[in-house]
């Protein structure tokens, strides 16, 4: 598959309006589509929260400034896109094990972490979709948030990357991309080009499931009824021969079943009796996953993303941060 997508054709903003027309709810209104956007360009949940509230600050600040001659909408992106080049100015792009080395063995696990900067974050998808939008359109939203996809835009250099978000996943037209970048449409054109050869060129993957269908469904239940029982055997059975697993902070990660069905039962046995609790996260199936808490009930552990491709899960990503369970709304505390 590659990640070079075409999400049809482009749009233009259209929501001109005098700045004495424009008050917080009308800002407001597009925090979910700012944060969708933020996130691809930064890879972290947090780090698109910071940069959206931001630009609402700048906003608010501005509206004297704003004389209504663009969009409220189109304004409102140029201040975000300065936002978020100024928070990657100088920075270590975001990335997932995979992405560090080759795989490890099972029995290699030396416990080294990297800083939560290293680490390509998930995010909700409530965070970043209207789930009652059209279905074509909240379908594309998912694909554009994928872990993969996601994954991939931090090998672009900043402005290629928002040139390539906004061209290809937001619909812009060119000569209103050059006009927020205070560039040539020829640059613009020029920066997609490059944009696409970059992301033409990453290792293909197989095509992932965005939308779980029955099949998946049933696929995912009994990927849960596996781990809870913690049955490695009929677990490993619904994993691809490829399939990848990850655990950032920790620089370490798997691939293929034998290895991960030797981690379940070596270094990481603490995961048995574990509980899962589903949730929507980068456009597909993923759970809060709770360990037994040594003083009672189960306490938040990982938020897995699983990646599946037909009948197969192929990328069990689980990252160790009980600080993403606010985040995604889940309890701080399972009892027994």
Known sequence: MSLAVDFGPMAAPTDTVANTDIDLDNLE???????GYCYRMLGSAFEADDAVQETMVRAWKGLDSFEGRSAVRSWLYRIATNVCLDMLRGRQRRAL??????????????????????????????????????PADVAEARETIRLAFV????????????????REVLRWQASEVAELLDTSVASVNSSLQRARATLASRPARDDQTAVVGADQKELLARYVDAFERYDITSLVALL???????????AFWLKGPEEMGRWFLGTGIGCKDSRLIAVAANGGAAFGSYRVDPTGGHSPFAIQLLEISGDRIVGHHNFLDPGLFAFFGLPTHLPE
């Open 240 to 250: 691809h021969e490829d399939a990848v697993m990850s655990m950032p902070p920790y």
């Open 97 to 134: 094990a995979m992405d560090m080395g080759p795989a490890n063995r099972s029995d290699s696990f030396k416990g080294t972490t990297r800083p939560e900067h290293t680490w390509v974050q998930p995010i909700p998808d409530g965070r970043v979709i209207a789930e009652d939008g059209d």
């Open 151 to 166: 994954t991939a835009l931090q090998h672009l250099p900043a402005r290629q990357r928002a040139v390539l978000i906004l």
């Open 29 to 35: 209104q597009h925090r979910r589509e700012l944060t």
